[in-house]
């Protein structure tokens, strides 16, 4: 499953964003780790009862929008 996020910003603004829409995701559930962008898509996948191809657009669109959450 090949799932490297394309950000075009870097991840802190991209988690700030996310953490404002969806409140209910904690750090922890937004931890990063290079080459562990799967568990962190799954993660946040099962937590928001979403697909994860759904959260990794989600996520990509956030971050080309960077400073327009909504």
């Known amino acids: 499953m090949g799932n490297s996020l394309k950000l075009e910003s870097p ?14 995701l904690t750090e922890k559930d937004l931890e ?15 937590k928001m009862n979403r697909s994860v191809e759904h959260i990794k657009a989600w996520i990509e669109s956030l971050s080309s929008n960077s400073g327009k959450a909504s």
């Open 32 to 46: 990063y780790e290079v080459g562990k962008e799967n568990e962190l898509l799954q993660r946040i996948a099962d």
């Open 11 to 24: 991840w802190a603004e991209v988690k700030e964003l996310i953490m404002e829409v969806e409140p209910s």
